[in-house]
Nanobody, 128 residues
Framework: QVQLVESGGGLVQAGGSLILSCAAS????????VGWFRQAPGKDREFVAS????????TFGDAVAGRFTISRDNAKDTVYLQMNLLKPEDTAVYSCAADRYGSSYTALYTRTSDFGAWGQGTQVTVSS
């Protein structure tokens, strides 16, 4: 089982940037697709971005495409979410997750049901 810990959240003004980190420990991290999800109060969890185990493929949710990027450093067992041009509606708890299969270097997943290990989340607040 992979254990994940997020960091980097905080308070930022609209138009600003933040970088979130997702640090992994446990099983071989470079076998897992990693995703970022967010959940605002009173709303369902929303897909943000995911990156394949190899790092060669990425995909983004419609709400963040063009503003966020995702990358990984498998030597450091860490995935990063670079968030630019932040908006108040980006305010949420952001969580990273590793897929439940660990069997493909190129697969991308966007559904919460495809992810089996989750971090505790980090709060991002964007002020207007």
């Amino acid at each position: 089982q992979v254990q994940l810990v997020e960091s980097g959240g905080g308070l930022v003004q609209a138009g600003g940037s933040l970088i979130l980190s997702c640090a992994a420990s446990g099983r071989t991290f470079n076998s897992y697709t990693v995703g970022w999800f967010r959940q605002a109060p009173g709303k369902d969890r929303e897909f943000v971005a995911s990156i394949s185990a190899s790092g060669s493929r990425t995909t983004f949710g419609d709400a963040v495409a063009g503003r966020f990027t995702i990358s990984r450093d498998n030597a450091k067992d860490t995935v990063y979410l670079q968030m630019n041009l932040l908006k108040p509606e980006d305010t949420a708890v952001y969580s990273c997750a590793a897929d439940r299969y660990g069997s493909s270097y190129t697969a991308l997943y966007t559904r919460t049901s495809d992810f089996g290990a989750w971090g505790q989340g980090t709060q991002v607040t964007v002020s207007s």
